[in-house]
């Protein structure tokens, strides 16, 4: 978000830049590869008001500083200007003020993101365990079914077994041992 805030910034200014150099005329010097525009006078007149207003009318190339009360330059940075005294592009907005605001989202949009993974992390984290659990369940309901059917058919040959030794006792006249 931020990005995008300083890229529409960027974009702003740039195309304000351009827009008021592409008025101005192009001085070329030397060869055709060297061209060279011709910059805004930052300079106030005698007969112009030495205030805010009057610097950011010259167009996008100036900046307006309070610390000294001049009209300078811009050229990518603020030259001789203290970032809370500087007024560029328009006379109310403090620069301070927005690389304050600016880290401060900046700031809260890492947080947020943070807290996003850690989330993802959580719920992918509780639905192995939901899956690894319901797995294990599987298996210990799989197991306990053959154990049960071991145990019935294991029941099952026993009786059998007890059935023929008393069909063999009782063909050969064994009587069967009481206990006790």
């Not at 307006?64 to 592009?89: I, Q, R, T």
Request: overall charge positive; charged content about 25%; hydrophobic content about 35%.
């Amino acid at each position: 978000m931020i990005l995008l805030l300083l890229a529409t910034l960027v974009a702003y200014s740039s195309q304000q830049l351009i827009s008021t150099n592409l008025s101005e005329p192009v001085n070329y010097r030397g060869n055709a590869s060297s061209v060279a525009v011709s910059r805004v006078s930052c300079s106030i007149k005698q007969n112009e008001q030495r205030n805010c207003e009057t610097c950011l009318g010259k167009g996008t190339d100036c900046f307006w500083c309070d610390e000294n009360e001049a009209c300078l330059p811009y050229d990518w940075y603020f030259p001789g200007c203290g970032l809370p005294e500087v007024k560029y592009s328009s006379c109310w907005v403090n620069w301070s003020a927005v690389a304050i605001v600016l880290a401060i989202l900046a700031g809260i949009l890492i947080v947020l993101i943070f807290v996003c993974v850690c989330c993802c992390c959580c719920r992918v984290r509780a639905a192995s365990r939901r899956r690894a659990q319901k797995a294990g369940e599987r298996r210990e309901a799989k197991i306990e079914a053959s154990r049960t059917a071991l145990e019935t058919m294991q029941a099952d040959r026993r009786e059998k077994r007890e059935k023929e030794m008393d069909e063999y006792r009782q063909k050969y006249g064994i009587l069967k041992k009481s206990i006790g």
